[in-house]
């Protein structure tokens, strides 16, 4: 089994940046694509950003070029830069792992217990 656990959220003013970090134990040569999502209270939920174990990286349109999703595979341990936010971005973020070679899109196996990102106007 893998287990994931977010830290870093928090609430921070509209502008301002936010780095949040998922450390990964257990089985963790299972661990091949990792992804955030996150979800606001009456909307589904979304993939945010998705990386590869060497690296390659997908953005949501809503984030591009705000957010930098990047792993260090030595620490198993994966981050998301968040700058320039917006108040549209407070949700809970999961940080997500996929535990198979999966197809054209990103179906995560293990979830974290999420952590709250508020953004004020």
């Known amino acids: 089994q893998v287990q994931l656990v977010e830290s870093g959220g928090g609430l921070v003013q509209a502008g301002g940046s936010l780095t949040l970090s998922c450390v990964a134990s257990?089985?963790?040569?299972?661990?091949?694509?990792m992804g955030w999502y996150r979800q606001a209270p009456g909307k589904q939920r979304e993939l945010v950003a998705a990386?590869?174990?060497?690296?390659?990286?997908n953005y949501a349109d809503s984030v591009k070029g705000r957010f930098t999703i990047s792993r260090d595979n030595a620490k198993n341990t994966v981050y998301l830069q968040m700058n320039s936010l917006k108040p549209e971005d407070t949700a809970v973020y999961f940080c997500t792992a996929e535990g198979r070679l999966g197809g054209s899109y990103y179906v995560p196996d293990y979830w974290g217990q999420g952590t709250q990102v508020t953004v004020s106007s």
């Open positions: 257990g089985s963790i040569f299972r661990i091949n694509r």
């Open positions: 990386i590869t174990r060497g690296g390659s990286t």
